[in-house]
């Protein structure tokens, strides 16, 4: 077959069908990469699969994932979230719809803590669902908001899919981290926005009001969170200034973030701990046996000429950039539906990220924008992550109300999208004054 762009489509094809069979997504990736290496190479392309999946976690900045796995999963087998919740509720509480800003307002700080989106939902929805309920807000609002309140654990700093990204496309994990600090404060407003107009559309004077709290009892509760702000400090600080680089900085915060789980909330037990390491261990490999079988995947595609005969073919379409970026959008969109983020963005970054720059679009801003395409699909059906996590949590409300709540927050980040598409300063300002210019 002489048509690289023809076998190109005959390669997605397959490999969605393969994926679709209910197959892991490095088995399917890896399955697909042989299949066709084989046809066209001849047996001898397998000799090299090993060696590509190993050379791809060769990487020494690869170590930051176990290791923010770690910070995450310590701090979500504590009361964290459950205090961090608290004490902004009671700081909130003469605040108009306070109790639905608590939540949102947790989410990001558990968030900046865990860099994992379920993780997220789970800590701050444990508390957060029932209390909102109890208080008479709508369930949609209840459920919708912790859900799309989730989805912030994969934009803001620290995490995990920015250092894919980083990783996948060979940019700077640090630049990414900062990218994603004043969008991911954008869309926390805009969640908040909605979350109070929807609670006052649809609620009362009695749901809008929340109980009282003395100042006793509000600065009783700050020696609880104060570790946790610090830890986010502190990890910011080591890797801004310049005292260690992303990958050390993760292992700096995964040990302050076990020593906190240990000392504050007497995490000593070796069940908890092992718990916990575990956990860790489970998720690190299937996200880095996800980065081995991509590269394979990868060398596929460009021994193939696929990746370069697409971004040629786009190049040469000579259609305006903005509408180039409507359909990438659009194509990240139906993936992040079917495809968890770090599958999409090892599959696809590779391959856009020469055609966006060659668009004149920054790499940094074109990761934010990816990101939030990405959190849409954890609130989106049929793989919609948070949405099952919400129902775990509160069973009884129905998957069809999760999913009708957190419709609007989708709306939030297409608004989002579109604000980053109008003022690209947003993402860019920051790691710019902080790292200087990118030469």
Do not use: H
């Not at 940019?171 to 404060?185: C, E, K, Q």
């Amino acid at each position: 077959m002489n048509d690289p762009l023809v076998l190109g489509a005959i390669v997605a094809m397959a490999t969605i069908l393969v994926l679709f069979s209910g197959i892991s997504v490095a088995n399917g990736l890896l399955v697909v990469a042989a299949v066709f290496l084989v046809i066209f190479d001849g047996l001898r392309s397998l000799e090299l699969m090993p060696e590509i999946l190993f050379g791809k976690l060769d990487s020494f900045a690869l170590l930051s994932i176990p290791m923010f796995i770690i910070m995450g999963a310590s701090i979500a087998s504590t009361r964290a979230g459950a205090d961090l919740y608290e004490a902004l509720e009671r700081w909130l509480t003469r605040v108009p719809g306070g109790l639905v800003i608590s939540n949102l307002g947790a989410c990001a700080l558990f968030a900046a803590m865990s860099g994992s989106s379920p993780a997220t939902c789970a800590a701050i929805g444990k508390m957060g669902i029932p209390e909102m309920r109890k208080r008479g807000y709508p369930d949609g609002v209840a459920a919708g908001s912790i859900a799309a309140g989730g989805t912030l654990g994969i934009l803001i700093p620290p995490s995990i899919t920015m250092i894919v990204y980083g990783i996948a496309t060979e940019t700077s994990i640090g630049r990414l981290f900062l990218a994603g600090v004043i969008p991911g404060v954008l869309l926390v407003g805009l969640f908040m926005a909605w979350s109070l107009f929807d609670t006052w559309r649809n609620g009362s004077a009695e749901v809008l009001a929340t109980k009282q709290y003395s100042w006793r009892q509000r600065f009783e509760i700050m020696p609880r969170v104060l570790p946790f702000l610090l830890i986010i400090i502190g990890v910011l600080y080591a890797m801004y200034g310049g005292i260690a680089t992303p990958s050390e900085t993760a292992a700096v915060g995964a040990l302050l973030c076990v020593s906190v789980a240990c000392v504050i909330y007497k995490l000593w037990s070796p069940k908890a701990l092992w718990v916990v390491l575990r956990d860790s261990t489970r998720e690190s490999v299937m996200i880095l046996f996800i980065i081995g079988a991509a590269g394979v995947f990868s060398y596929m595609l460009s021994s193939l000429f696929i990746t370069q005969s697409i971004a040629e073919w786009i190049v040469t379409l000579g259609v305006n950039k903005w509408a180039l970026m409507i359909a990438i959008n659009l194509f990240l969109l139906v993936a992040g539906f079917f495809l968890p983020p770090v599958a999409v963005i090892l599959m696809a970054a590779p391959i856009l990220l020469p055609v966006v720059i060659s668009a004149g679009f920054d790499p940094y801003w074109f990761a934010v924008v990816l990101t939030i395409n990405m959190e849409i699909g954890l609130i989106s059906p049929p793989v919609g992550l948070n949405l099952y996590v919400i129902n775990g949590i509160a069973p009884d409300i129905p998957l069809k109300t999760i999913l009708k709540g957190s419709i609007p927050f989708v709306g939030c980040m297409v608004v989002a999208i579109i604000i980053l598409c109008l003022v690209p300063d947003l993402a860019t300002w920051l790691p710019t004054a902080l790292m200087g210019e990118v030469f």
